[in-house]
T-cell receptor
Framework: AQSVTQPDIHITVSEGASLELRCNYSYGATPYLFWYVQSPGQGLQLLLKYFSGDTLVQGIKGFEAEFKRSQSSFNLRKPSVHWSDAAEYFCAVGAEFGNEKLTFGTGTRLTIIP | GAVVSQHPSWVICKSGTSVKIECRSLDFQATTMFWYRQFPKQSLMLMATSNEGSKATYEQGVEKDKFLINHASLTLSTLTVTSAHPEDSSFYIC???????????FGPGTRLTVT
């Protein structure tokens, strides 16, 4: 079974600084990988996804993520954060095509300080 | 496009009563819908997967007689929490897929409080 680890429970970043949120996955085959963002009391919004091809994927709101098979990682990055980026971020991994079940990491809460 | 709604967004019910939560895909046909439960400051835990016209598949440890899921049409799935108790209080989120590409589209969630 697949699993996802987000090592950082809480990260604080100054506005305008760069950001990297870590995600490590465990899955025997090529995974389908996702990053979602959740604002307080809200559902999840997809930031970006990786299925195959170029290992550097671009998403919405200026986010990008890089798939590194050798490190089993799919870290999320943003060069300059905005106060509105404060939220909970979840990494998720999908199993074989057709199953469509997602396994979520425990999330990383991002706080932005002025 | 790909909008999923949930109703109600917030519900309070008394212990022992049942409550129904609706999940609708507004602009696409959802062949599969998923129901998640999220405790405060925790991750999403998949409760069940439902395909239109079929019985839901429940994850291990989820009581199928307590959490009744119906997926009667390609745009609507319902979750009924039967004989609710305070420990059922949680944030319930649905998602839908059906546009291909494996992607799930999430609803805004329903906060259930059982008193």
């Amino acid at each position: 079974a697949q699993s996802v680890t987000q090592p950082d429970i809480h990260i604080t970043v100054s506005e305008g600084a760069s950001l990297e949120l870590r995600c490590n996955y465990s899955y025997g085959a090529t995974p389908y990988l996702f990053w979602y963002v959740q604002s307080p009391g809200q559902g999840l919004q997809l930031l970006l996804k990786y299925f195959s091809g170029d290992t550097l994927v671009q998403g919405i709101k200026g986010f990008e993520a890089e798939f590194k098979r050798s490190q089993s990682s799919f870290n999320l990055r943003k060069p300059s954060v905005h106060w509105s980026d404060a939220a909970e971020y979840f990494c998720a991994v999908g199993a074989e095509f057709g199953n469509e079940k997602l396994t979520f990491g425990t999330g990383t809460r991002l706080t932005i300080i002025p | 496009g790909a909008v999923v709604s949930q109703h109600p967004s917030w519900v309070i019910c008394k212990s022992g009563t049942s409550v129904k939560i609706e999940c609708r895909s507004l602009d696409f046909q959802a062949t599969t819908m998923f129901w998640y439960r999220q405790f405060p400051k925790q991750s999403l835990m998949l409760m069940a997967t439902s395909n239109e016209g079929s019985k839901a598949t429940y994850e291990q440890g989820v009581e199928k007689d307590k959490f009744l899921i119906n997926h009667a049409s390609l745009t609507l799935s319902t979750l009924t929490v039967t004989s609710a108790h305070p420990e059922d209080s949680s944030f319930y989120i649905c998602s839908a897929s059906g546009l291909g590409g494996y992607e799930q589209y999430f609803g805004p969630g329903t906060r259930l409080t059982v008193t």
